[in-house]
Every structure is written in structure tokens, then in C-alpha cells.
């Protein structure tokens, strides 16, 4: 579809979906709050020409939009998908009469993979800087309280050091001075895993970071895909072409043809330094904690190389778009990897792995169960903090829908299982401990066992100012802070059994009522700011090794003391964006 960044920029053009901006801008949060008011807007991608301190372009909110995410690939990865899974019954064994009935799809399918281009061909060899200075590049600093400048569209490639199989993801990279920066390896990250290998060997880690190239890299980075599926034949899948890359002998790894730059270098063994703090896609702070190092030891570029960024904060930003996509063109393959899955979603409000829900099999008692811990068992999945299963076909980007579904089916003895100490997504701080916390499983299974309440009469509960409805059967309840009223959860839930209360089967402490209203703001606000074993309350007994529920189940979703701050502007930046709006030639 697109074989390079400029590819893609001239289709915008064209489609009348990105605005140069002329005026000098500041990489120092200046940038990232014209660009944080044009997706809230739904604006257009924005190219900004003229940037402070350094001689390139920065290119943002490229997938701010369904629609450009979209134009980026195309129809027909996702066409391809649907027939494919459509004709797989048919095809297996493979008959020669049946596949020649599939010839078009399978086809298009046979083009992905990898080619060599040859070093004088190759766009990012054009310019090897003299010297390596990674503060020439316009990175962004995004959040006041950042602890510096952060590529936030780093591609960073790695290969095993056994296997040589390879890794293309997205972790985050601050500039720590002219040659270092932090690479943010998660847990459950397959770049990390790499990284653990290279350790236990006592060797250093080749790293290549690419800025650019095809915006199906960008979109392969961050998809969650299968460990055997490699992300670079998935970019060459998206782009319907075979992945032009190009070998130089002064380093391990074949470059990216097509990027915009190439950023080489090596994370040794055993290094750390402190790293953050960043506001991140869940809308807060992620804090300081100690990294690998990567030291780059060479730089590569095109001639007229435009540098490609975005800003991450509270839903919804451009990652939530591109989130969307990918599930929608992955999930009809799941019910391939996971049999019994046959529908899966996250939401990308709570950061993806806050909240994911499916549709399973429950041709047996429980059989629900066997599908969760399958679910919770694959890759990027494992991170899962909160899931919800039902039997019941429905749409579940409609979370209200499936939440009155499951609620009315949802049994407190059997259907609410916790995992207490689990491991936990990097950037979730609700489990108290970097990496650690707990997880939920909650069912609604078979037919509906209650008529859920749709109105909330007067009622009233200790240290609760307001209480609304959110949806059938889930009360938001509005109430003192977690810091001025720390037992408040233990109090309020011995209210719950009692008119008019008892009816409404899950209800949820929050700080802003007004905010939870809505499904983004309940989303966001709610799966963001409790940690299961911590924060579900309920009465309980222990029966023989189980541990049963009854009555309401109590969330408590209030901020806590030891949760990273909320993501916010400063005053500062706000009045200046102010009054230079007129300069940037924005109209939105």
C-alpha cells in the first residue's frame, strides 16, 4: 500500500487530511499540546516544518483517525483475513480444485516477506551523520513532569542471539545525553525477552531503533501478535509487498530500506540506569525505575528525513485508533489460536490491558474457566488484569451491553474469581509493586438469572455525596477521597445487602461521578484505579479451599496515595498554545 512514510503523507495530502504548519514550534511540550487539541478535535495529521533545535520535520497524529489508519494499509489485509478464515474448514487437507477457488486471496498472501535491496539503492543510507548526536533529532518532551525527551514511535529491532529469530516492537526510548538512551523493555515483551537471553550469555545485545519507513511497521510494532509470527512479515502482509532491507557491514542487523532513519547501536549486559517519568497511554505518570541502556554507535538517514512522533496520555489518543484497528483485523483469527474463543476484545480506554472481555464456549459446566486461563495464558494477553466471559453472542465494543448482559447472569458464589499475586503490565501501578498485582475473572453465563434495576430511588450510604446508575445493575457511587476516608469501601459495603441496594449486583467508588457517565470516562477512570485483590470488596466466607462471595460486589476505583499523578498541561504551556494558535494556521 504505502512503501515509505512520504508514500503516506502524500495520500494525506491528496485526501485532504494533514496542514503544514510553517510557524516555529517548541519540541518542548509546545508540540505536544497543539497536537494533543487536534485529535481531541478529530483534526488532521499535522507536519510541522520548522522545528526548535534541530534542522528535521516532526510528522504527528498520522492514525488519529479511523479513517487514516485506513488509508495507511487499506481494505485488504482485512479482506484477506475474513476469506481466510472463512476457508479454512474447506482447505484442510488442501485439494487442488479448492485452492484454485482461493487463488486471489492466496495469493496476495504469497507476496508478504523480505527482500535485499542493495546499499546504493537503499533511502536510509543516504546520510551517515559524522558524529553520532541524538540531540539534533526534535524529540518531544510531551508531560511537564517527564524526565526528558521520549521517542514515542521508536521501532526497535532485536534478534535472539540463539535463534537469530527476530522482534520488532515499540518501547519507548529517552534521550539521555548525545549517545544513550533508556530502552524501556516490559515484562512480556519479546524485545526483553532477547534482552534476557543476551544476559545470561554475557553478551551485548545488537539494537537497531528506525524511525519511519512503511507505516505498516508502525502498526506491526505494536500489534499483539503470536511469538511464531514474525512483525516484519506481518508490516510486509499490511503493505501487500515484500519488506525492502539492506545490509552494512559495520553492523549485525539488516536496516529497514524505507526508514527514515536507523539508529544503531548495542544494550550491554547488566547495565541500568533510571528511567522516566513519562505520562503514558493509561493517563498517568509511569515513574523513575531502572532500564537497560541502549549506546548508539552510528546514525543513518534519508537526505530529506521527516521525524514521526505522537503523544500519548487519557483516552482517547492515536494509539487508541490504531488499537482498534488491529483488533478488529486480528480477532477473527482467534478463535483459530484459541479454541472455545469466539470473540475477543480489549478496550483501549483502560490501556488495553486493564479490561479485555470474550465470547467463549460453554458446551459443559465451567468450561468458561478453561478459556479464561487459555486466554490469560497467551502472549501479550498474560497481562490481562480484569476479564470478563460471557456465552451470550453479542457486540462487545458495546461495554454496556455486555456489562448488563453479564451482570444478569452473574452468580457472586461461582462467578468471580480472583488471582492474587500475578504479575501485572509495567505501566499499571494499582498493584502497589512494579510488575506484581493480582487479576479478576468474572462470568455471565446461560440464561439471564435476575431482572436488573434501571433506576436508582433515594438512598443514602455513608461518606457518599452523590450516586447514579451507570448501567442496568452498576451503581457509581461519588465519595470522600481515598486519602480522607481510606476504610470507606469496608463501611459502605456494610450497607449493601440492605434497601435499596441489594438489587443492584456491582457498584463502583469513584472521584467523579460526572466522568463515569460516560463509557469512556467510566472505563478509563474505573479499570485504571483498582487492583482486584486490593480493591474488590464483598462478603465473604471460606468453604473448605473456596473462598465465596455474596450479595454486591464493591469496587473501590478512587485514586490512591502511592498511584503516579494524572496527566495534565501546565498553565504555562496552555497560554502559550493560546496565543500562538493564530500562527500555527490550525482551523478546527
Known amino acids: 500500500m504505502h512503501s515509505n512514510l512520504r508514500q503516506f503523507i502524500t495520500t ?29 478535535a478529530e483534526g488532521p495529521a499535522l507536519l510541522f516544518k520548522r522545528v526548535k533545535g534541530s534542522k528535521f520535520p516532526v510528522v504527528t497524529n498520522l492514525f488519529g483517525t479511523r479513517q487514516r489508519v485506513d488509508l495507511a494499509v487499506g481494505p485488504k489485509p482485512e479482506e484477506i483475513v475474513q476469506r481466510a478464515v472463512a476457508a479454512l474448514n474447506r482447505l484442510l487437507p488442501p485439494k487442488p480444485s479448492l485452492l484454485w477457488q482461493e487463488k486471489e486471496w492466496i495469493i496476495s498472501l504469497a507476496k508478504s516477506g523480505l527482500r ?19 540531540t539534533r533529532l526534535p524529540v518531544l518532551t510531551s508531560w511537564p513532569e517527564d524526565g526528558g525527551p521520549f ?31 533508556g530502552i524501556h523493555w516490559q515484562i512480556h515483551k519479546g524485545g526483553g525477552f532477547h534482552y534476557f537471553e543476551a544476559e545470561q550469555l554475557e553478551q551485548d545485545l545488537p539494537t537497531t531503533l528506525f524511525l519511519g519507513g512503511p507505516p505498516a511497521l508502525i502498526l506491526a510494532a505494536i500489534a499483539p501478535l503470536p511469538e511464531m509470527l514474525p512483525e516484519l512479515i506481518f508490516a510486509s502482509f499490511l503493505m501487500g509487498e515484500k519488506l525492502s532491507r539492506v545490509d552494512i557491514p ?75 484497528y488491529l483488533q478488529s483485523l486480528l480477532s477473527p483469527m482467534f478463535p483459530m489460536v484459541m479454541t472455545g474463543v469466539k470473540a475477543l476484545w480489549t478496550y483501549a480506554e483502560t490501556g488495553f490491558h486493564a479490561l479485555a472481555a470474550a465470547i467463549v464456549r460453554e458446551s459443559y459446566r465451567r468450561e468458561a474457566l478453561a478459556h479464561a486461563f487459555r486466554i490469560l495464558g ?11 466471559l460471557t456465552d451470550v453472542q453479542l457486540d462487545l465494543q458495546n461495554f454496556k451491553l455486555l456489562f448488563e448482559t453479564v451482570l444478569a447472569r452473574f452468580e457472586p458464589e461461582s462467578d468471580l474469581m480472583i488471582l492474587s499475586e500475578t504479575s501485572m503490565d509495567t505501566l499499571d501501578y494499582t498493584g502497589r509493586r512494579l510488575n506484581h498485582g493480582s487479576k ?51 463501611d459502605v459495603l456494610t450497607h449493601l445487602e440492605d434497601e435499596p441496594f441489594k438489587n443492584w449486583p456491582f457498584l463502583v ?68 498554545v493560546d496565543e500562538r494558535w493564530n500562527k500555527y494556521g490550525l482551523r478546527l
Open 12 to 40: 494525506l495530502k491528496q485526501e485532504k487530511q494533514i496542514i503544514e504548519i510553517e510557524a516555529e514550534v517548541d519540541p518542548y511540550l509546545e508540540l505536544a499540546e497543539i497536537h494533543r487539541r487536534v485529535i481531541q
Open 116 to 134: 535485499s535491496m542493495k546499499s546504493g539503492k537503499a533511502p536510509v543510507l543516504e546520510i551517515q551523520e559524522k558524529s553520532v548526536d541524538l
Open 378 to 388: 497467551e502472549g501479550q494477553l498474560t497481562l490481562t488484569k480484569f476479564l470478563i
Open 151 to 181: 521517542v514515542t514511535l521508536p521501532l526497535v529491532y532485536t534478534e535472539h542471539p540463539v535463534t537469530k529469530e527476530h522482534n520488532l516492537g515499540m518501547y519507548r526510548i529517552q534521550i539521555y545525553n548525545q549517545q544513550e538512551t
Open 250 to 324: 559495520s553492523h549485525p542487523h539488516p536496516l529497514i530500506a524505507e526508514a527514515e532513519f536507523a539508529i544503531c547501536g548495542k544494550v550491554s549486559p547488566f547495565v541500568r540506569r533510571p528511567e522516566g517519568p513519562f505520562g503514558d497511554h493509561y493517563g498517568y505518570y509511569s515513574l523513575t525505575h531502572d532500564f537497560p541502556v541502549f549506546n548508539v554507535q552510528a546514525i543513518y538517514h534519508r537526505r530529506d528525513a521527516i521525524y514521526p512522533a505522537t503523544v500519548v496520555g487519557k483516552p482517547r489518543q492515536e494509539d487508541y485508533f490504531i488499537g482498534e
Open 509 to 576: 467508588l469513584v472521584d467523579d461521578l460526572d466522568l463515569a457517565l460516560d463509557v469512556t470516562g467510566f472505563l478509563w477512570q474505573v479499570f485504571t484505579r483498582f487492583d482486584p485483590a486490593h480493591d474488590i470488596y464483598a462478603s465473604t466466607e471460606v468453604r473448605h479451599h473456596r473462598l465465596i462471595y455474596h450479595g454486591p460486589i464493591l469496587v473501590d476505583a478512587r485514586m490512591k496515595p502511592d498511584y503516579p499523578g494524572e496527566v495534565l498541561p501546565d498553565e504555562a504551556t496552555i497560554k502559550l
Open 440 to 490: 479478576a475473572i468474572l462470568l455471565g453465563l446461560g440464561s439471564a438469572k435476575r431482572d436488573l434495576p434501571r433506576q436508582f430511588d433515594a438512598g443514602k450510604l455513608p461518606g457518599v455525596s452523590r450516586i447514579r446508575p451507570f448501567c442496568a445493575g452498576c451503581l457509581i457511587l461519588e465519595s470522600q477521597s481515598f486519602k480522607d476516608a481510606p476504610e470507606l469501601a469496608r
